[in-house]
């Protein structure tokens, strides 16, 4: 258990600093200084000049990937038998990983479109929060007893860490779409754009979406903070939901950050790479809470 928990949490820090560099290389106009894929520029080891040191360290890191997802398929598929939720988590880490590798073949194609841009940032996001699901997985002690009902997975703490996880992962993609499309300036002013709510121009009507989202997922954040500490009696669901919560409260302060001070790099990789963050502390708080019915009856008490 504690060798493929291991190798879970390494698989999804390469794919996150998979992410960060995927996202520094984009937002620094640096995505098509590899304009063939897999290789780059038709060599294994390009020259580096020009921005291609990040687009080609972006990849090292994704393929970097492939062998810890190797391992911890092979170690998941030897306790199958002992925590069988491990297999369609390990099923959704596969098949996320091939259609990621493909993805970023498409998006050197179309040379960084805002969808293809969206659906492999989403799609990556999806495959760390399956790894992260994995790691929490492999939590459950071994002696542990199946939930007596699915109604303790179906509480109401865990819907709404559900609703809030779903909102900050769409929040997020809509957000990439925001960044790749050169809609991050759209409106320059606060909560409204120019003085009015509606607004007909696309980049005007996308970077309001963006922030209605927004909006709702802080909602659904402080009512899901809440409830966690109201009714949750579980530690780490209470610490990785404060976290998440902690992170969104930052996401909204650079977020108003990178509209007053004009979108500066640095605080629009900020913004990037706390949006990853938050998503993944919610999704642990998700996968916690998920899995409380399967804790002894010691740790499930805990105060």
Not at 220 to 249: K, M, Y
Request: glycine residues 6%.
């Amino acid at each position: 258990m504690r060798n493929l928990r291991r190798f879970a949490i390494a698989a999804a820090i390469v794919g996150f600093g998979a992410v960060l560099l995927g996202s520094w290389t984009r937002i620094n106009g640096a995505g098509m200084t590899c304009p063939d894929w897999p290789l780059c520029h038709g060599k294994l080891i390009p020259s580096m000049s020009d921005g291609t040191i990040w687009e080609w360290s972006h990849r090292l890191f994704a393929f970097s990937t492939a062998p810890l997802v190797a391992i911890v398929a092979y170690l998941a598929f030897r306790l199958r038998a002992r925590l069988p939720l491990l297999r369609p988590l390990v099923a959704a880490v596969a098949a996320l990983f091939l259609v990621q590798v493909l993805l970023g073949a498409a998006t050197v194609k179309l040379g960084n479109s805002p969808i293809s841009v969206v659906l492999h940032w989403g799609t990556a996001m999806a495959f760390i929060a399956s790894l992260v699901a994995i790691a929490v997985v492999t939590t459950i002690p071994e002696n542990a007893n199946a939930p007596r009902s699915i109604a303790a997975a179906a509480s109401s703490v865990s819907s709404l860490l559900l609703a809030t996880t779903i909102s900050a992962f769409v929040t997020m993609c809509v957000g990439a779409y925001v960044s790749s499309s050169g809609a991050g300036l759209a409106c320059l002013t606060l909560p409204t754009c120019a003085g009015h709510v509606l607004v007909a121009q696309p980049a005007q009507q996308v970077q309001m979406l963006h922030r209605s989202l927004a909006a709702i997922t802080f909602v659904l954040s402080v009512v899901a903070t809440i409830v966690v500490f109201l009714r949750e009696p579980s530690r780490r669901v209470r610490a990785t939901a404060a976290v998440g919560f902690a992170l969104l409260c930052t996401q909204v302060l650079l977020g108003l950050m990178n509209v007053a001070l004009r979108l500066p790099t640095d605080l629009r990789e900020a913004h990037a790479a706390n949006a990853a963050l938050l998503f993944i502390a919610y999704c642990s708080a998700l996968s916690f809470s998920l899995i409380r019915g399967f804790q002894l009856p010691r740790e499930s008490s805990l105060p």
